[in-house]
């Protein structure tokens, strides 16, 4: 499969090589014009109680407003999973802020998709909680 990045690839340079036909004549093809690396999505615009970053970051819960500040709404939907790690989110909360915002661009209501985070398992492992009528806890010896 093609594996090198089009952003690492001069726009000029033959993306695949010469492919002969049937009739031998030699057929090449150039990628000419620009490469976006993100496609220029509106932001959107809903009227009612979320007009700014911080209001939206506010509802989908988990403590994201602290998390992260941006003041213009257009900068906010241009942000990338890249500039959230540059300033120092952690994995769980930059999916978790991206996702809420392409369900917020798709018009689905906030209180249909915001959730918590799913609570610590307290029994680890696989298998049944209670074996032989007794819970199981550990393995170790109390």
Known sequence: MFRTSLSKVPLSRLVFGPIQNAQSRTVTTIVTGTVSRRPDIPSPRVPGKISTPQDF??????????????????????????????????????????????????????EAFAHEVRPKKK????????QFGKRIRSRRDR
Do not use: H
């Not at 988990?62 to 998390?67: A, D, G, N």
């Not at 300033?87 to 392409?102: F, H, K, P, V």
């Not at 680890?124 to 209670?130: D, F, S």
């Open 57 to 110: 970051l506010k509802a989908i819960g988990r403590s994201s407003e602290t998390k992260i500040s941006i003041d213009s709404w257009d900068a906010f939907w241009r942000t990338s999973g890249w500039d959230m790690k540059n300033a120092g989110l952690s994995i769980q909360d930059r999916r978790y802020i991206l996702w809420c915002m392409e369900k917020f661009r798709q018009d689905q209501p906030i």
């Open 123 to 130: 029994i680890r492992g696989r298998g049944p909680a209670v």
